[in-house]
């Protein structure tokens, strides 16, 4: 039986009167899911190719997502934020013959099936399913092939790319906490279904919990929805918490139902665990994870509480059945405490990237997935990363490598900076690039002059002072709630507080 079978199995079953998820327009029990899951999947089993969703936050995409499951079609999720372009090429390299849409994605979803041959636009509202549906009584046709959920990378550091994934995503195991999801749990999801960040989710539903849906990631929302949706778990980037732990609401807030606030997705920093470890008690616990590969590792309450600085910095240790290797640049294992790039090998590595562009890229070798970030090991197994392969940057007048997390690290430090991006600008006479940053500062508001100051006295390198640093009211994030780079840099020169 598929995860999706064994749900409906229950939700037909024992659980038809409870709650299965809640959404800005009303709420869900489970046999209502249910029964939206059957017709729908009934109607799915006639086509062929995969089905795209395009989606908010919303049940609909949860009922295509389970009811393509069932009907053994791949479903592939497109970013909403992602570009056009983009969009297009994804349902186009997943073959995807039908794009399932919530009304509000009704016209990007026509003109997508005007450019993508073979796509048929298919609008989805929750009606009421006619009552008397059962419970699908034929086992789902046999599965065209192994691939099952269909993803975009955040392309954060270039260009996203589609990744094709099995079941396995859906099986692997998480550690405690995780894996102690009730019947009684109640999850916030902000993601959209198209980042993996939502799959944190899955088990909720799954153990017979609710899931709570918002549309977009708002700190507001979040301390009004806790305590009022009776929320026991919640997952959210960096940026996001501490967007909460900046709310003038925070302090007065009742969290005190939260078990389990998994945080990840983007590097966090040591000022800001400690705020929220003072805020929200021993319920922190750090997710490291790529689209292609599912969770890596976690770093748990207790570590949270208890582990040392050089545990509290780093991204934790593998989960049960991952294992993480750091390797030169020629892919030879280093040893404990040297820097190289992380390489991962687990059960729920992605099947392979989408499209003909990316076939003859190997990007798994052995089993083993190069994550294109830098870390090291300690002797305990614990995991640090040290910033992004992809995204070094040689400086242009010294020929130096500079890392971004570094600067940004420094920047940080800096007791009136909230949040801080770096990225390189190349210089297209010269070769090279230049160093560029950006941040959010508390009221208490240096300069820009002030600030490349702090990096120069920090770092006691030249080549690694911002040249500009501009100050920003808010800080542009991607749909999973990182910081967006690419929109950063597509902004420079407007507004720019210079040297
Ligand atoms: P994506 O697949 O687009 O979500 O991006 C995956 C990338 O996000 C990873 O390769 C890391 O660079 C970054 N990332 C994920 N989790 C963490 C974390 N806990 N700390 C720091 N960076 C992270």
């Known amino acids: ?20 998820v809640v959404y800005g327009g009303g709420r869900l ?117 192994r691939v099952r959920t269909l993803l975009c990378t955040g392309g954060t550091t270039g260009v996203p790319k589609g990744v094709a994934h099995t079941h396995a995503l ?18 916030l999801v902000f993601t959209d279904m198209s980042h993996l960040s939502w ?40 940026p996001q ?14 969290l005190s139902g939260l078990r389990l606030l998994a945080y990840g997705a983007a590097p966090s920093t040591p000022h800001r665990l400690h705020q929220a470890t003072e805020r929200f008690g021993p319920v922190l616990q750090q997710v490291y994870g790529l689209t292609e590969t599912g969770v890596v590792s976690v770093l748990t309450p207790e570590d949270h509480l208890y582990g040392d600085a050089a545990v509290r910095a780093s991204v934790g240790r593998p989960v049960p059945g991952v294992s993480i290797e750091v390797r030169d640049a020629e892919g030879a294992p280093l040893p404990d405490g040297e820097s190289g790039e992380v390489w991962v090998r687990g059960p729920a590595l992605m099947a392979g990237y989408l499209g003909p562009e990316h076939a003859n890229e190997q990007a798994v070798h052995d089993g083993w997935l190069r994550t294109g970030d830098l870390g090291r090991l300690g ?23 500079v890392y971004p997390r570094l600067i940004e690290e420094a920047l940080l430090g800096h007791p009136a900076v909230r949040e801080a991006a770096v990225w390189a600008v190349p210089d297209e006479r010269h070769g090279g690039d ?59 020169g407007r507004g720019s507080e210079g040297r």
């Open 241 to 254: 918490l501490a967007k909460v732990l900046d709310h003038p609401e925070c302090a007065g807030a009742d």
């Open 434 to 492: 230049h160093v560029h940053a950006a941040v959010t500062l508390t009221e208490d508001a240096p300069g820009a002059h002030a600030l490349r100051a702090h990096v120069a006295t920090v770092l006691h390198q030249d080549h690694m002072v911002p040249e500009h640093v501009e100050v920003l009211t808010d800080m542009p994030l991607t749909r999973a709630g990182k910081i967006d780079k690419p929109a950063l840099a597509g902004r420079r």
């Open 170 to 187: 859906f099986a692997q195991p998480v550690p405690e906490p995780g894996a102690l999801a009730t019947p009684g749990e109640r999850c």
């Open 379 to 401: 002797g305990d197994g614990y995991l640090t990363l040290e910033g992004r392969c992809k995204e070094l940057l040689i400086h242009h007048a010294t020929g130096t490598h």
């Open 199 to 238: 799959y944190f989710a899955m088990p909720t539903l799954t153990a017979g919990g609710t899931l709570v849906l918002h549309e977009g990631f708002d700190a507001g929302a979040f301390l009004r929805l806790v305590p009022g949706e009776r929320i026991t778990r919640v997952v959210l980037s960096p």
């Open 1 to 20: 039986m598929s995860y999706v079978e064994e749900l409906l199995r229950d939700a037909f079953g024992r659980w038809a009167g409870r709650e299965a």
């Open 29 to 145: 029990t489970y046999g209502e899911l249910g029964r939206h899951i059957a017709v729908l999947a009934a109607a799915l089993a006639h086509g062929t190719g995969a089905v795209g969703v395009l989606a908010r936050n919303r049940p609909e995409a949860l009922v295509v997502h389970l009811a393509c499951h069932l009907a053994g079609r791949p479903v592939a999720h497109v970013a909403r934020d992602a570009s056009r372009p983009v969009q297009r090429t994804f349902l186009r390299d997943a073959s995807a013959s039908e794009l399932c849409h919530d009304p509000n994605e009704a016209p990007t979803a026509r003109s997508l099936a005007a450019e993508v041959p073979g796509l048929t636009p298919r609008p989805l509202a929750l009606v009421p399913p006619p009552p008397g549906v059962d419970p699908p009584a034929a086992p789902p046709p046999a599965p065209a092939s």
